[in-house]
């Protein structure tokens, strides 16, 4: 260990050209991968982890009342669509079980198995759900609801009374199973409310003297964002009349977008990579060069080529710690001074991985050259002639 610190300090300054070198490769890489990083995770989380995108809209913008019913069947037998269900929602009166008014919420009829699209999990609830808006939560008439509490539905229905219609109130029985927070949810009112579907589907039809309920338009489920387009598409071919709305049709740019910031900064790691290695190996020829004479006189004093070797890959180890460690300050210092004066943070959430990465790097890549180097040179050391270019 002696001779590797003594031999570090005797050819630190010949090593500073690859330090260098490997230092600035890695704060570039350093750079460009927290640029990507970031990017990816602001897809992810504003993309694909939105449960926004999961919702397309189906409408027909010329007659609003007047919506095909057999697309609903229809688009549940496609590949890609978790549900479809028609908006029937509507405000309506919340009461308790002693009759106490509660408030109006909107409510829309949903099936047990797309509950987990909102947010939901569906294990153990039944068919008599009632999920209330999260915005009651902190409303004072809801405090003393619990879970498997009743809650009441009132509305209002159309009944014919001889050759007369009327209007009959009438009362449905849910069970509140909590809250469903929607405020995220684009294409639904920010004060919705959750029931199932077949209930929701009654309440419109009691709403019209004929029993058809009213739609305006027609919601659908697709889990696999990347198939929207092509349910979009059959939509439209099978009804001229409708059209269809979803948030990705207006953010679709953004996922190529970002694919070809990935994919332009693999190519630009992957060239100074090249370079960087280029670079130091050609630097590393040239000191080893220079470093015949040491392996020479250790072949003469009688050392073994494993310990020779041993104590070239220590020294190479040591500067290539160095180089990670300094690597490293200045990754932190430059990346803390954006996060600080420009709040552009590449530092807090992926620090760890500069650490990993750059210490892989700056290790692997000398150790690896020199290795390659030395052994090549060990190999044709035993020649009169390489004694006599070396000791001469």
Not at 90 to 98: A, G, S, W
Not at 112 to 127: C, H, R, Y
Not at 222 to 231: F, K, S
Request: net charge neutral; charged share 25%.
């Amino acid at each position: 260990m002696k001779t590797v610190l003594l031999f570090c300090n005797r050819n630190f300054r010949k090593f500073i050209g690859v330090i260098f070198s490997l230092m600035t490769f890695m704060l570039i890489f350093n750079l460009i991968l927290g640029i990507v990083l970031s990017v990816y995770d602001n897809m992810k989380i504003g993309i694909v982890d939105n449960n926004s995108l999961y919702f397309m809209e189906v409408y027909n913008e010329d007659e609003p009342m007047s919506m095909p019913y057999n697309l609903k069947e229809d688009l549940e037998m496609q590949k890609g669509v978790a549900g479809a269900f028609f908006d029937s929602s509507h405000p309506v009166k919340l009461i308790d079980n002693e009759n106490n008014s509660l408030d109006i919420t909107n409510i829309f009829g949903v099936s047990i198995d797309v509950l987990k699209f909102f947010g939901i999990d569906k294990d153990n609830v039944e068919n008599n759900f009632i999920f209330l808006n999260k915005s009651y939560k902190n409303n004072k008439k809801f405090k003393d609801i619990k879970m498997g509490d009743r809650i009441y539905i009132k509305d209002y229905k159309y009944v014919k009374d001889g050759e007369l219609w009327k209007s009959e109130e009438y009362l449905i029985e849910r069970t509140f199973y909590g809250f469903v927070d929607t405020k995220n949810l684009s294409m639904f009112n920010s004060d919705l409310s959750l029931i199932d579907y077949d209930t929701s589907k009654k309440i419109a039809r009691g709403m019209t003297k004929n029993g058809d309920p009213y739609f305006t338009r027609l919601i659908v489920i697709a889990p696999e964002v990347d198939m929207l387009e092509e349910i979009s598409d059959y939509i439209k071919e099978k009804n001229s009349v409708v059209k269809t709305r979803y948030t990705l049709e207006t953010t679709g740019n953004l996922p190529r977008f970002a694919v070809i910031i990935v994919t332009i900064s693999i190519f630009i790691i992957v060239i100074l990579f090249l370079i960087s290695t280029f670079s130091v190996s050609s630097n590393l020829t040239q000191i080893f060069n220079l470093r015949k004479r040491d392996i020479a006189l250790f072949d003469i004093l009688g050392i073994e080529e494993s310990k020779v070797m041993k104590m070239f890959i220590g020294e190479i180890f040591i500067y290539g710690i160095v180089t990670f460690l300094l690597t490293s300050i200045i990754t932190f210092v430059l990346f803390y001074g954006f996060k600080s004066f420009l709040g552009f943070d590449i530092l807090t959430n992926y620090q760890h991985i500069y650490y990993l990465l750059n210490f892989v790097l700056s290790v692997g890549i000398l150790v690896i050259n020199s290795f390659i180097k030395l052994k090549k040179i060990l190999n044709t050391k035993n020649t009169m002639e390489y004694y006599k270019e070396v000791l001469k």
